[in-house]
Nanobody, 121 residues
Framework: VQLQASGGGLVQAGGSLRLSCAAS????????TGWFRQAPGKEREFVGA????????RYADSVKGRFTISRVNVKNTVYLQMNSLKPEDTAVYYC???????????????WGQGTLVTVSS
């Protein structure tokens, strides 16, 4: 069972990026799937997550109104659309899956590799 994150890159402040997280198995339809990020010298923090059904969607206060999580079930893929990016959004972004609604990284069972997002000022 694997999660594959992609879509990171370099963008100017105010710009947009879309990250993708592809799951290797359809069993992930039962998992709460989302995104964390970790900036240099900082702890990993919750960004947002949702069930594959679209329910229980949650976001960190720092990204509300700017980031949107969505999914395409037939592709086993969850997306993170990031708009109005700020330099403080610079971090390695990780997708992860948990067996229930969760915002703490310790509650997530499966992790993808990180994808680097750099926002220049």
């Amino acid at each position: 069972v694997q999660l594959q994150a992609s879509g990171g890159g370099l963008v100017q402040a105010g710009g947009s990026l879309r990250l993708s997280c592809a799951a290797s198995e359809r069993t992930f339809s039962n998992y709460y799937t989302g995104w964390f990020r970790q900036a240099p010298g900082k702890e990993r923090e919750f960004v947002g997550a949702m069930y594959w059904s679209g329910s229980s969607t949650r976001y960190a206060d720092s990204v509300k109104g700017r980031f949107t999580i969505s999914r395409v079930n037939v592709k086993n893929t969850v997306y993170l659309q990031m708009n109005s990016l700020k330099p403080e959004d610079t971090a390695v972004y990780y997708c992860a899956a948990a067996p229930r609604v969760a915002t703490m990284s310790a509650e997530y069972t499966y992790w993808g590799q990180g994808t680097l997002v750099t926002v220049s000022s």
